[in-house]
């Protein structure tokens, strides 16, 4: 596979930005359903369209000192300094070097904006209630806390974050 196939484009990243954009110009009826889908390994994950704000390539995350392994660090957004996830780390994944695909999401969670790395952006997709379903019943899995659900589409499942959930509240605070 050549360099350009695995890279994120600009207008790739454009193109799912004005998609975001003009959802969320939309009513909250609009937004029902709607999820941006990306990947971390080798799964689908899906997080609510209402939580994203955008989707920025790489940059340089300015480590901080005394955080939880998961956190990053944190990136200076058009002036604006937003605390970056790990999602891989979050979910207790193996890590690994950022390249070309890899993104933030920044989401809005409760009122603090927190960027997401993962791996690569999918789309945003439509999933009906009626195609997801409630997530499994595992004993002690602390990742389960954040699933909102696990959506079928055609033959693959995505898994449904609960984005108020992916942070505790002392964490919200303490990058309020």
């Known amino acids: 596979m050549s360099d350009v196939a695995n890279k994120v484009t600009a207008a790739e990243l454009n193109q799912l930005n004005d998609a975001i ?9 609009t937004l029902k359903n709607m999820y941006l889908t990306f990947r971390l390994g ?6 609510e369209i209402r939580y994203v704000t955008e ?17 990053k660090g944190v990136v200076n ?19 690994r070097t950022y390249d070309e695909r890899t993104c933030i999401v920044v989401v809005n ?6 960027g997401l ?15 997801i379903s409630p997530p499994p019943k595992t004993a002690g899995a602390d990742s389960a806390q954040y699933i909102q659900g696990m959506g079928k589409v055609n033959d693959d499942v995505i898994i449904l974050l609960e984005g108020r959930r992916l942070l505790y509240e002392h964490e919200l605070v303490a990058f309020a």
């Open 55 to 71: 989707i920025v390539g790489m940059q340089k995350i300015t480590e901080v000192p005394d955080m939880p392994p998961f956190v």
């Open 21 to 29: 954009e003009s959802l969320s110009a939309e009513n909250e009826d």
């Open 109 to 114: 969670i409760n009122e603090t904006q927190v």
């Open 117 to 131: 790395v993962v791996d690569t952006v999918n789309e945003v997709r439509n999933i009906d209630d009626e195609q």
């Open 42 to 47: 080798n799964e689908d994950y899906g997080i």
């Open 77 to 95: 957004l058009r002036g604006q300094v937003i605390p970056v996830l790990d999602m891989r780390l979050r979910f207790h994944m193996e890590s």
